[in-house]
């Protein structure tokens, strides 16, 4: 396999976090600074003595709860809990479900910011009845919530297609399969519109994140729809085995086991990467590879 990832890719990933942060940090911000004018004009024009600091306060409090709080939360529930064509009936109640919490932390975390910045100002600030309040602004914020899963899992489909989404060969329509489809010999790789195939021999090690396995393959990671423990059952046990609840290894890569003190261990890939490895691993994995501790 002589297929690499796009260096536009690779020259994008130190910079990604930046990005994500950056681009939530733009959006959020320019809804606060755009809710906060508005809403200061209608005030203005109804003949409301309000300060003008006080829709500045009301907006950054929201934002402040949604940028520090909720949207972190919402991207690691998203991808531990991911949404699919596949699981959308089972997952849409769930979802539903946690968009109330949602909500909740947003009010309760955004009056508290309000409450002290009024205090700061010698003022009290009133809510409102808390019922009336909680429906009215869980009506905004769960067309919030759902604009939010909708941009992360847009962003994490396109990223997937641009570092390399493999998969399964599926068997064919009409004909035996040219190859045993229960024990793959090679994975399909979809990346930017073009297809390569992966030699399952070329894989180094793979490592579980969510519903999601990366294959590592020469340096690079290709994500594939399964689980840790469903694509284990279809490798060559010959050639693969388990060393932790989230990483199976090629045995011809590893390098060298070191033991650790707590009884689990260090393993080290030809690639140079450092994999940990389970005590309830760690015996069997000597075993089959005859390597010396590091």
Request: glycine share 6%; aromatic share 12%.
């Amino acid at each position: 396999m002589t297929e690499r990832a796009p260096p536009t890719y690779e020259r994008y990933l130190p910079w990604r976090r930046w990005v994500e942060i950056g681009f939530w940090v733009a959006m959020i911000g320019a809804n606060c600074i755009g809710n906060s004018m508005t809403t200061l004009i209608d005030m203005r024009r109804q003949g409301s003595g309000v300060e003008a600091w006080e829709p500045a306060v009301w907006e950054v409090s929201s934002a402040l709860v949604w940028l520090l709080v909720l949207i972190p939360a919402i991207a690691w529930y998203t991808r531990r809990f991911p949404l699919h064509w596949e699981n959308w009936r089972r997952r849409i109640p769930e979802y539903l479900l946690a968009s109330i919490v949602v909500c909740i932390i947003h009010v309760v975390g955004m009056v508290a910011l309000r409450v002290l910045a009024y205090r700061s100002q010698g003022m009290t600030y009133e809510f409102g009845p808390w019922p009336r309040e909680l429906v009215y602004e869980y009506l905004k914020d769960i067309r919030s919530f759902a604009t939010i899963v909708v941009l992360v899992e847009g962003y994490r489909f396109l990223l997937r297609r641009w570092q390399g989404e493999a998969s399964l060969l599926a068997e064919p329509d009409e004909g035996p399969p040219l190859e045993p489809v229960d024990r793959p010999e090679r994975f399909l790789v979809r990346k930017l519109g073009r297809e390569f195939l992966v030699a399952a021999n070329d894989i180094e090690w793979l490592q579980a994140a969510g519903n999601y396995v990366n294959l590592r393959v020469r340096g690079h990671d290709y994500p594939l729809r399964s689980t840790i423990a469903g694509i284990e059952t279809r490798l060559d046990p010959r050639r693969f085995t388990r060393i932790h609840r989230s990483y199976i290894v090629s045995l011809d890569q590893v390098a060298s086991i070191e033991p650790l003190d707590t009884g689990d261990a260090r393993v080290h890939m030809k690639d140079g990467s450092a994999l940990p490895c389970s005590r309830r691993y760690r015996q069997d994995l000597r075993q089959r590879t005859g390597a010396e501790a590091a």
